[in-house]
């Protein structure tokens, strides 16, 4: 009776439970006073243990003569219940393994539109614990959010004393705001505007990207571990290459 009692309550009854199922299947109909002395357990507890068992299918009652009898269902409701949830952890299974593959921390994604939107993604860098890794169009961000907004962010981020490192097109504008890396705690890296061609910014800091869309005035910031990581090592390539083309 032991073994049977394991194998109850690895299928999903509690010990309490699966004392009262083994009891009613020894018993066949029974009272609950008859239940609760075959399962050694008080009245109270076997009528909420009952109650349960109904509830997951493994127990019924009969009312004979106006007396309320309980009987344990076959054994095959008790394989069913096992399955059951089987098949409830193959549902979570995706889930569990996402969790398990980023270090129980679920990847966020956050959409922001309009120049406040993209605004509020600047700030939310502030909240970097390192170096700002970034690739950007300097004319562009100015058009989006104003060199206004830009140099009140910067001040902020220098503040804060978070260096930044960028890779933007060489054009008038990304050459008058390199001129400042020094005091603004930057060092940008100049690459052929003609080559390439930016209309966005990307910022990677702490596990998040940050994506910006200047012209559409969009933006979205991914948070997760590995795709930063992913990133930062695209960034560090692109570094490497843009150093030597410079």
Do not use: C
Request: avoid cysteine.
């Amino acid at each position: 009776m032991s073994n049977l009692h394991s194998l109850l309550t690895s299928s999903g009854l509690s010990e309490k439970e699966a004392q009262v199922y083994l009891a009613g299947i020894e018993l066949g109909e029974a009272s609950i006073q008859r239940l609760a002395e075959q399962a050694d357990l008080k009245r109270p507890t076997v009528y909420d243990i009952v109650a349960s068992l109904e509830k997951k299918g493994v127990f019924s009652m009969v009312t004979k003569k106006k007396k309320r009898y309980f009987l344990a269902e076959d054994p095959e409701n008790v394989l069913a219940l096992l399955k059951a949830r089987q098949h409830a952890f193959l549902e979570a299974l995706p889930e569990l393994k996402l969790l398990f593959q980023t270090g129980g921390k679920k990847p966020r994604v956050r959409f922001y539109e309009g120049v406040e939107g993209l605004k509020a993604m600047y700030w939310d860098t502030l909240e970097s614990k390192g170096v700002v890794l970034a690739y950007g169009a300097i004319t562009e961000m100015w058009e989006a959010v104003s060199q206004e907004f830009i140099k009140d962010y910067v001040r902020e981020r220098v503040k804060r004393k978070i260096f930044m490192r960028g890779i933007v097109p060489a054009t008038h504008d990304s050459q008058e705001y390199a001129r400042r890396d020094k005091q603004e705690m930057r060092h940008l890296l100049l690459v052929s505007a003609a080559k390439f061609v930016f209309q966005n910014e990307i910022n990677i800091y702490n596990d998040k990207v940050a994506i910006f869309s200047f012209p559409e005035k969009i933006g979205v910031i991914i948070e997760s571990q590995k795709i930063a990581e992913t990133q930062r090592a695209i960034f560090e390539l692109a570094w490497l290459g843009a150093l030597q083309a410079t």
